[in-house]
């Protein structure tokens, strides 16, 4: 496995396809787990639990049917305070309208979505969309 995030965000759009009402996502991992706490704050996702077996971290996540589409953003663009607020075209296209849905954002002050990284004035790395 390459990317673990791509995997677990194609892994919950493919259970909220088939209207499952969970997804267990193999394997957890720190980035995984705080791009989901960012999920669930904006309340796509409901609660999730982390499951060390081991060999593997496993999280088993509670899927609400509020997820039309999310994905990984690759390349990583970088995006400064003013991007944030006006969202330029190479990150806009992930989004079906700049009110809806979220671009989840690495800052230094930790993974947030693009909304509140914009209300505390700071730039970061776009990893993911959800919307």
Same mark, same amino acid.
């Given at each position: ?8 965000? %194609?892994?919950? *759009?493919?259970?909220?396809? $088939? ?11 720190? /980035? ?19 499951i060390d077996d081991g060999r593997w971290s496993k999280v088993v996540v509670q899927l609400l049917g509020r ?6 953003? %690759?390349?990583? *663009?970088?995006?400064?305070? $003013? ?11 992930? /989004? ?36």
């Amino acid at each position: 496995m390459v990317n673990p995030l791509s995997n677990a965000l %194609t892994t919950i *759009y493919n259970n909220e396809a $088939r209207r499952h009402n969970q997804a267990i996502i193999m394997p957890g991992s720190k /980035l995984v787990i705080n791009v989901l706490r960012v999920m669930q704050k904006e309340g796509y996702i409901g609660e999730f639990e982390q499951i060390d077996d081991g060999r593997w971290s496993k999280v088993v996540v509670q899927l609400l049917g509020r997820v039309n589409k999310c994905g990984p953003i %690759t390349p990583r *663009y970088s995006l400064s305070y $003013r991007d944030m607020i006006s969202l330029p075209d190479h990150v806009r296209k992930y /989004l079906p309208s700049k009110e809806i849905g979220i671009i989840i954002v690495s800052t230094s002050k930790g993974i947030m979505s693009h909304k509140l990284a914009a209300a505390n004035r700071l730039g970061g790395v776009a990893l993911g969309y959800v919307f």
